[in-house]
């Protein structure tokens, strides 16, 4: 019942955290425009009614060599990641952000979406989607906003040509295996990505989603089923 209450009370304001990213994104140096472009309006789509906020905190790193590698900024935290609630899962929620945080910390590139191993306590038990995004500052250095949540049914509904980043992966396959539009190949491509969750084609990189079309598209028996084995590594979506 605290979850539901801090959800609903505090999501206008994890909205507006939310569309702010936009002009965050910008000042990121590390990656191209386009991919900045690509990220920002990430967020305004998920803004539009495609994903329910459920948590928002802002975190920074510290010293490397230090015990506790991330800190959290006082009073930041909205939502289930507010500080009413961590009291109350004795931080266990906090625990899994800052450890997949920590584990992606030597990354370069500052953006990620990505599922973590927490089932929701608003909405649909389902393990929460993170949405992590590192930003320079000038008082604190590297900050980390992230934004917990899950994908609205609603999202579903729209083509995965039309949705950010997944459309950038899906023109990267085309591009690299020169498919052209309503070819065999390329309608293959566009229908194994519908058969995929959506979720797994944001947290899954382009590399990654080349790989199974690959492999799927060689297949000469459809009868059969094949398993694909990818080594995922924290790289560029």
Known sequence: MLAVQLVQNQ?????????????EIDAVTVISSDTKEEWSKLCGWLKLDNFTLMGFITLV?????????????????????????????????????????????????PFALDLIRFTSPVLRFENLMMLSIRVPDKKLGMVEHVFLGLL????????NVETPLIHQKMDYIFKNRNMLVNSYDYNEVVRIFSATPKFELFRSSRKELFQVCDGLLSVNNPNNIYCFQINTKFQEY
């Open 61 to 109: 790193a510290q010293d490397s060599d230090s015990t506790n590698f991330i800190k959290t900024i006082d009073n930041s935290g909205l939502g289930i990641l507010a500080q009413t609630f961590l009291a109350k899962s004795s931080n266990t929620l906090l625990n899994v952000v800052t450890a997949r945080l920590s584990k992606r910390s030597h990354s370069e590139f």
């Open 11 to 23: 999501r206008q304001n994890m909205l507006k955290r939310l569309e702010s990213m936009e002009k």
């Open 152 to 159: 609205r049914g609603s999202s579903l509904q729209v083509k």
